[in-house]
T-cell receptor, first 114, second 115 residues
C-alpha cells in the first residue's frame, strides 16, 4: 500500500529565510507526487506535481520540489519565504491510473516570523 | 465554470441524525472522491468513484454511503451521525488525460460537528 510521511509537524522560519519541507513516500511503482497548501479555514490548492521527466519541478508562488527516487523523497523548497506562506502543507502520492485518488501525509504547519 | 462545489459549508448534527453532504463538479471529470480531514492526520479517503454508477471504498468508509447517478454529482450520506464523524469533509474530482497526467481539484469543504 502506498504511504506518505512528513516528518516535521511544525516548522518556524524567519521571513526571507529559505525553506525546505520534507516528504518521503512508499510506493511500488513510479509515483505521481503532489504538494498542496492549505491556508487556515480554506480548501487545498495545488502547488506543484511530478509525473515523470525532469526531477526538479517548478510550481506556483516560487516553490519547487525535487524528486529523488533513491531516497524516496519529494522535498518542497522555497529560497525566500514570505509572511503569506504561513499555512499547512501536504505531500500526496497518487497511482498511475488515478483510480484510487490520493494518499496524503499528515501535513507540516509552517509559521513565518517577521 | 464553478469547479467543485460543496454544500453546506457548516453543519451541526445531533448523535443519531442522518444527513447528506452535497458535492458537484462542472468539469466533466470521471473521478470523484470524498476525504475527511482531522487534526494531525492529513486527509483520509472515505469513498471514491471512477464514473457514474461505480463507487468503491477508501481508507475510512464505515458510517458513510455514496452513490454516483450522474457524472456531476457525488453525495456523501451519513447514516447515523456519531461524534467521531466530527471533521472537515472535502470533495475532489480529477481528470485522467493520456500519458498519465492528472490533477485533483478540491471543493471548499464542509465543517461538520456532531454533538
Amino acid at each position: 500500500a502506498q504511504s506518505v510521511t512528513q516528518p516535521d509537524i511544525h516548522i518556524t522560519v524567519s521571513e526571507g529565510a529559505s525553506l525546505e519541507l520534507r516528504c518521503n513516500y512508499s510506493y511500488g511503482a513510479t509515483p505521481y507526487l503532489f504538494w498542496y497548501v492549505q491556508s487556515p479555514g480554506q480548501g487545498l490548492q495545488l502547488l506543484l506535481k511530478y509525473f515523470s521527466g525532469d526531477t526538479l519541478v517548478q510550481g506556483i508562488k516560487g516553490f519547487e520540489a525535487e524528486f529523488k527516487r533513491s531516497q524516496s523523497s519529494f522535498n518542497l523548497r522555497k529560497p525566500s519565504v514570505h509572511w503569506s506562506d504561513a499555512a499547512e502543507y501536504f505531500c500526496a502520492v497518487g497511482d498511475a491510473t488515478g483510480r484510487r485518488a490520493l494518499t496524503f501525509g499528515s501535513g507540516t504547519r509552517l509559521q513565518v516570523q517577521p | 465554470n464553478a469547479g467543485v462545489t460543496q454544500t453546506p459549508k457548516f453543519q451541526v448534527l445531533k448523535t443519531g441524525q442522518s444527513m447528506t453532504l452535497q458535492c458537484a463538479q462542472d468539469m466533466n471529470h470521471e473521478y470523484m472522491s470524498w476525504y475527511r480531514q482531522d487534526p494531525g492526520m492529513g486527509l483520509r479517503l472515505i469513498h471514491y468513484s471512477v464514473g457514474a454508477g461505480i463507487t468503491d471504498q477508501g481508507e475510512v468508509p464505515n458510517g458513510y454511503n455514496v452513490s454516483r447517478s450522474t457524472t456531476e454529482d457525488f453525495p456523501l450520506r451519513l447514516l447515523s451521525a456519531a461524534p467521531s464523524q466530527t471533521s472537515v469533509y472535502f470533495c475532489a474530482s480529477s481528470y485522467f488525460r493520456g500519458k498519465g497526467t492528472y490533477e485533483q481539484y478540491f471543493g471548499p469543504g464542509t465543517r461538520l460537528t456532531v454533538t
